[in-house]
T-cell receptor, first 118, second 114 residues
């Protein structure tokens, strides 16, 4: 399977604990995105990497959230001191960088990590 | 005001009927437009891009109206398998980085019934 892979699929944690999620993008994609989706809402942008550089962060990404992509391949999203409001589906997506004259390169989403904070 | 707004539905559609729904966006700087489909508890998947001249892909037709800042999706001859949430997506320039980020609407739920 050469799609975007996310682990774990589900995570249940107690409030105050730290959690870390992993995303393995499609291997030739240099752009990686994290989104968060709650029930009945569309995905909300969290952050964006181009290769190993984190170039954009949403205001939704509080100080408790940190994302890395150390070698420009897989990425991790860590949430410290989790709160019940962090319960959501965390989606990772990747895309290839557009070249001049090429069509838009769509985002390929992983299956997501569903976080439940009790 | 949300950047991308959609009627959440659900739109209950008899099998074989036509259904259409719109999405409005607030930022006139939006550059590209898409419809994504999301099945229950699954990840979003690209359904189709939306071009200025309008475009068709089989039973699906997408239109863009830049003056009124909305896009539409029409589904003809609805199938049971069309039941899903349809997410309107626009790209906005990133604030600090080169490139665009996809901004999603809340989705319109469509239920096709026999």
């Amino acid at each position: 399977d050469t799609g975007v892979s996310q682990n774990p699929r589900h995570k249940i944690t107690k409030r105050g604990q730290n959690v870390t999620f992993r995303c393995d993008p499609i291997s030739e994609h240099n752009r990686l995105y994290w989104y968060r989706q709650t029930l009945g809402q569309g995905p909300e942008f969290l952050t964006y990497f181009q290769n190993e550089a984190q170039l954009e962060k949403s205001r939704l990404l509080s100080d408790r959230f940190s994302a890395e992509r150390p070698k420009g391949s897989f990425s991790t999203l860590e949430i410290q001191r989790t709160e019940q409001g962090d319960s959501a589906m965390y989606l990772c997506a990747s895309s290839a960088q557009q070249g001049l004259g090429t069509a838009y390169s769509p985002l390929h989403f992983g299956n997501g990590t569903r976080l439940t904070v009790t | 005001r949300k950047e991308v707004e959609q009627d959440p539905g659900p739109f209950n559609v008899p099998e074989g009927a036509t259904v259409a729904f719109n999405c409005t966006y607030s930022n006139s700087a939006s550059q590209s437009f898409f419809w994504y489909r999301q099945d229950c508890r699954k990840e979003p998947k690209l359904l189709m891009s939306v071009y200025s001249s309008g475009n068709e892909d089989g039973r699906f037709t997408a239109q863009l109206n830049r003056a009124s800042q909305y896009i539409s999706l029409l589904i003809r001859d609805s199938k049971l398998s069309d039941s899903a949430t349809y997410l309107c997506v626009v790209t906005l320039p990133m604030i600090k980085a080169a490139g665009n980020k996809l901004t999603f609407g809340g989705g319109t739920r469509v239920l096709v019934k026999p």
